[in-house]
C-alpha cells in the first residue's frame, strides 16, 4: 500500500468484510484497531489516482484530496455500492448491477492542464474562394450567436451549399478551438481533407476508432456461447489520435475532425498530462533516468527496427520516436549527464531535419497508469472479487464462482508481471480514480472550456450518440451476471445521452435535414444555406417501375459513362449489393460495391477510384447517404424506392438525392411502383429548394456550374508513407524515340526486376519511377501531363467477391 497524506475517508486501522455495511446514519462501524468510526459520503471520496498523480509529478497544480469528479447535487444517486476502508486507501465497489442514469444532476469534470507550449497561434483560413450565396449570411449569423454566448443553433445547408466552408469561416472569425463530429468515419476522414486544405498552417486532426476489425466480448446465455474479444488495430489512426490529444494540450490553434467513436473512455487528463516530461537543451539529467520514464509510458527499446513507439540508445545518443510523430523522429546526444544537442531526423534516411531547443514527450499510449495507482487498482479488484464471490455462493452460483475466480486472479497476475491483461479496459473504473455509475473519461474532458462543437449531419449523429451506451450496457450486464467480468465493467462504457448533453461545449447542428431535437433545442430557429456558391440547383427526379429496374439501371449507367460521369446506385441489403455489382460487370460495367464490411481506409480508397475513373459505378446501402462529395457524379439511382423503412425515409431520400446535385447535369431516378409518403415529402422539399434556386439565379444572372475539386489522396494523410520517392536521373540521359525508347524501357524493366530480386528496393524504386516517365514521353505528353495513369489502390468491393464478417475477401460461390 502507499500512503496518503490526509483525505476524507480515510481510516486508521484496517476493516474487516464484516464491518463494512453503513449504519443508518451514514457511519462506518469501528474498526479492529478501535478507532472511532467515520463518515463516510459516498460523493466524496478520496479521489485516490488523482492525489498519486499530484505527488508523481512536481509542479502539477495538486486538486483538494476530498472533490470528487463528478459531484452530484443529489445524494445518493449513484448506484448501490460498498466501502473498504484500509490504511491508506478507500475503495469503493458496485453491489448492484443496476444503472443508474444520472442525466443532469452532476458538473462535468473540468480537469487542470499543463501549460501549453505552442499556444496563441491563431487560425488563418488559405482558400481560393470568397464566401457567395447564403454563406456570407450564415457565416455572420452562427459566428454573433456564438460569440453572445448561445449554446445551441442549427444551420440548415443543402449539399454543395458549401456548408464545410462555412464551419471553417466560423471557426475563423472566433479563432476558438473546434471539434467536428462526423457520423461515420467517411465523412470525418472527407472533411479532416477539406480542413487540412483550408487551415494548412494549424492543427487539424483525426480522432476516429482504431480498430479495423473489432468483436467485443460477449455471452450468449441461450446456447451457452462465449465470443472472447478479438480486434485489429490500425497502428496510422491510432498515430493520428495521439497527435490530436497531444494538440489539445499544446495549442490553441486546434481543430478536430472525430467520430463518435470519441465518446468512449480513452483515459483520464490528469493520468495522461502527469506523466509529460519535458527535455531541454543544456539539461543536466541522468541518460538511465529518462530511459526510465519512457519505459513508464510505455515505450519499447528496440535498437533493431526503429519505428514509431520506440527508442534506442546508440553510444552518448538516446533516440526516440514520438508517439504523434508518422516520419521523424528525436536524437538527444549527451555530454556525460548534460544534454548537448537536440536534433529532429528521418528515421528512415537519418538526415538531419532540424535543430530543437527543448522537446515535450508525450505517454505512448492514452490508457498509461503510474505504478502506485496500478497496485492500488489491484486492491481494489480483489476487494470485489472477494464481495462478489460472496454473493455468488450465497445464490448457490458456484460455476459463476470458479469462472470468475480464476479469469480475474489471472488477469491480476498479468497486471502485476506485464502491466496489462487482455480486457484490462474492464478495469477502468480503477486505474481512474472514478466512482461507481461515473462516466468515463472522454476527448471531451481534453477539450477547451471555450472550444466549439458541430455536429455535422445532426440528423444522424444524435441519434447515434443516444443509443450508444444502451447496446453495451446489456452486454456488460450478461457477462457481470454470468462470472465472466466483475460488476465494475458496467462503468466502461461510451457517455450517456443526458451525459453528453451536459458535457459538451457550445454546439452548431449541421444538417439538409435537421432532427427534431435538435429543432427543439433552438426553438424551431435555424440559419437557411439554400443557394449554392456555383448556382448548381437540386437535380430532377424521375420515377421509373421496379419491373426491369436492372435492365434500365444497365442502360443508363452505361450512357452517364459515356458522358465522362459516375454512377452511384442504392440496394437495401449487402446481398444485394453483391449480387448487382456481379451482374453489372458481367454486363460490362466497370463497377465496385461499397458496405460496412469493407474496412475503412478501404472505403476511402473506393472512393477516390471513382473520382479518378478507375471504375465507374459504385454500388452501396447506407454509406452512400450523409456529405459524400463526388462532384463527378452524373446519376444516382435508388433500387425499391417505395419500400418504407429507415433507408427509404423522407431524410434518407432527400439525402441520396443530394449526392447528384454536385454535378449541372446531375439527375435521380428513383424506382418505384407506387409513390410513398416518404417519397412524396422528399421530392415536394426537393421542389421547393429547386424553384428558390432558380428564382435567384435568373435574378442575379447566374449559369449553374459544376463543383470543381482536387482528388486529394486523404489516405496519404491517414496511413504512412508505402513508398519513396527517389531522383531518377532521367534528364542525364540522352534523347531516345521509337524502337531505341522501348528497348531502353524494357531494359530499364529487367534492371528494376532484377533489383527488387537482390532487394535493393531503392535502386528498384529509382527504376520504377523513371520507367514511369519514359511511357509517358513515349505516348507523346507534355511534359506538365507526366504522370501515372489512373490506378486502383482499393482491393475491396470486386464483383464476384464477398465480405465476410472479419473483413476478409473470398470469392463468391462457384466463382
Known amino acids: 500500500m502507499f500512503p ?132 456570407p449570411t450564415a457565416i455572420a449569423e452562427l459566428a454573433a450567436q456564438a460569440a453572445a454566448g448561445e449554446r445551441d443553433q442549427v444551420l440548415l445547408g443543402v449539399t454543395g451549399s458549401g456548408k464545410t466552408f462555412t464551419m471553417a469561416k466560423v471557426v475563423e472569425q472566433l479563432q476558438r478551438p473546434a471539434l467536428v463530429l462526423a457520423p461515420n468515419k467517411i465523412l470525418a476522414a472527407q472533411l479532416y481533407g477539406e480542413f487540412k486544405q483550408f487551415f494548412p498552417e494549424n492543427a487539424v486532426e ?49 481543430l478536430i475532425v472525430a467520430s463518435v467513436s470519441c465518446l468512449y473512455g480513452i483515459g483520464s487528463v490528469e493520468t495522461y498530462s502527469a506523466m509529460i516530461f519535458d527535455l531541454k537543451k543544456g539539461q543536466t539529467v ?18 533493431a527496427a526503429f519505428s514509431r513507439g520506440n527508442f534506442r540508445v546508440r553510444g552518448d545518443n538516446l533516440e526516440i520516436f514520438p508517439s504523434h510523430y508518422e516520419d521523424s523522429a528525436w536524437r538527444i546526444a549527451f555530454f556525460g549527464d548534460e544534454i548537448e544537442e537536440i536534433v529532429e531526423f528521418d528515421p528512415l534516411t537519418g538526415k538531419k531535419a532540424a535543430s530543437l531547443d527543448h522537446v515535450r514527450v508525450f505517454a505512448n499510449s492514452h ?108 452486454r456488460k450486464i450478461t457477462l457481470a451476471e454470468y462470472g465472466f467480468r466483475l460488476p465494475s465493467c458496467i462503468d466502461n462504457r461510451p457517455l450517456r445521452f443526458s451525459e453528453w448533453e451536459v458535457m459538451r461545449p457550445q454546439t452548431v447542428y449541421v444538417s439538409a435535414t435537421p432532427g427534431g431535437w435538435e429543432m427543439e433545442q433552438t426553438g424551431g430557429v435555424f440559419t437557411e444555406q439554400v443557394i449554392r456558391p456555383t448556382g448548381l440547383i437540386d437535380p430532377p427526379v424521375d420515377i421509373r417501375p421496379i419491373e426491369s429496374q436492372v435492365d434500365d439501371l444497365v442502360h443508363e449507367a452505361r450512357e452517364t459513362a459515356k458522358q465522362g460521369y459516375r454512377t452511384l446506385v442504392t440496394t437495401l441489403t449487402k446481398r444485394m449489393a453483391e449480387d448487382l455489382t456481379e451482374y453489372l460487370h458481367e454486363a460490362g460495367l466497370k463497377v465496385r460495391y461499397m458496405h460496412s464490411d469493407v474496412e475503412t481506409l478501404e472505403r476511402i480508397e473506393l472512393i477516390r477510384d471513382l473520382r479518378l475513373g478507375v471504375y465507374d459505378v459504385l454500388v452501396g446501402i447506407n454509406l452512400l447517404r450523409e456529405g459524400l462529395d463526388i462532384p463527378e ?22 439525402q441520396t438525392i443530394g449526392r447528384a446535385a454536385r454535378n449541372v447535369d446531375g439527375r435521380v431516378i428513383l424506382y418505384a411502383d407506387s409513390i410513398t409518403g416518404s417519397m412524396e415529402r422528399a421530392m415536394a422539399e426537393t421542389s421547393r429548394r429547386r424553384e428558390k434556386q432558380q428564382a435567384y439565379n435568373e435574378e442575379h444572372g447566374i449559369t449553374p456550374e459544376t463543383i470543381r475539386r482536387s482528388i486529394t489522396d486523404i489516405v496519404g494523410h491517414l496511413a504512412s508513407k508505402d513508398q519513396v520517392t527517389v531522383d531518377t536521373g532521367i534528364e542525364d540521359r540522352p534523347h531516345m524515340v521509337g524502337h531505341n525508347l522501348r528497348a531502353y524501357i524494357e531494359e530499364l524493366e529487367g534492371k528494376m526486376r532484377a533489383a527488387a530480386a537482390d532487394l535493393e528496393f531503392e535502386e528498384a524504386g529509382r527504376l520504377r519511377d523513371e520507367i514511369r516517365k519514359l511511357e509517358q514521353e513515349e505516348l507523346g505528353l507534355p511534359v506538365e501531363q507526366h504522370h501515372a495513369p489512373a490506378k486502383s489502390h482499393s482491393i475491396s468491393g470486386k464483383p464476384g467477391t464477398r465480405t465476410t464478417k472479419y473483413g476478409k475477401m473470398r470469392a463468391a460461390r462457384g466463382k
Open 4 to 135: 496518503l497524506a490526509g483525505g476524507e475517508g480515510v481510516g486508521e486501522g484496517r476493516s474487516r468484510a464484516g464491518q463494512q455495511q453503513e449504519g443508518e446514519d451514514g457511519r462506518c462501524p469501528a474498526d479492529d484497531a478501535g478507532a472511532p468510526a467515520k463518515p463516510i459520503d459516498h460523493l466524496r471520496h478520496f479521489s485516490l489516482s488523482r492525489a498519486i498523480l499530484n505527488a508523481w509529478r512536481p509542479g502539477f497544480k495538486r486538486q483538494p484530496a476530498g472533490r470528487a469528479r463528478f459531484r452530484s447535487k443529489i445524494k445518493g444517486e449513484h448506484p448501490p455500492s460498498l466501502s473498504y476502508i484500509g490504511r491508506a486507501m478507500t475503495i469503493q465497489i458496485r453491489t448492484s448491477l443496476d444503472d443508474v442514469d444520472l442525466g443532469q444532476s452532476f458538473v462535468p469534470h473540468r480537469p487542470e492542464r499543463p501549460e501549453k507550449t505552442e499556444g496563441g497561434k491563431p487560425f488563418k483560413l488559405v482558400s481560393d474562394y470568397e464566401p457567395s450565396g447564403d454563406q
Open 633 to 654: 457524379c452524373g446519376l444516382v439511382a435508388i433500387l425499391d424506392a417505395d419500400k418504407e423503412g429507415f433507408l427509404r425515409s423522407e431524410t434518407s431520400l432527400i
Open 367 to 474: 490508457y498509461v497508469t503510474p505504478g502506485p495507482t496500478m497496485k492500488q487498482a489491484m486492491e481494489a479488484i480483489r476487494f470485489e472479487l472477494t464481495e462478489r464471490l460472496k454473493e455468488l455462493h450465497a445464490e448457490g452460483r458456484l460455476l459463476e464462482a470458479q469462472r470468475l475466480e480464476q479469469r480475474t486472479n489471472f488477469d491480476l497476475e498479468m497486471i502485476a508481471a506485464t502491466g496489462s491483461c487482455a480486457g484490462i479496459e474492464n478495469y477502468s473504473r480503477f486505474l481512474t480514480g472514478r466512482l461507481p455509475g461515473e462516466p468515463p473519461p472522454t476527448l471531451f474532458e481534453y477539450l477547451p472550456e471555450n472550444a466549439l462543437l458541430f455536429v455535422d449531419e445532426s440528423h444522424q449523429t444524435i441519434g447515434q450518440i443516444n443509443g450508444m451506451s444502451r447496446g453495451d450496457h446489456r
Open 286 to 303: 541522468d541518460q538511465r533516468e529518462i530511459i526510465r520514464k519512457l519505459v513508464a509510458l510505455q515505450y519499447k527499446r528496440n535498437d
Open 206 to 254: 483525426f480522432f476516429v476508432s482504431y480498430y479495423d476489425y473489432y468483436q467485443p466480448e460477449a455471452y450468449v446465455p441461450r446456447s451457452d456461447t462465449y465470443i472472447e474479444k478479438e480486434s485489429s488495430v490500425n497502428e496510422a489512426i491510432d498515430r493520428m489520435r495521439h497527435s490530436a490529444t497531444r494538440s489539445l494540450l499544446e495549442r490553441d490553434d486546434v
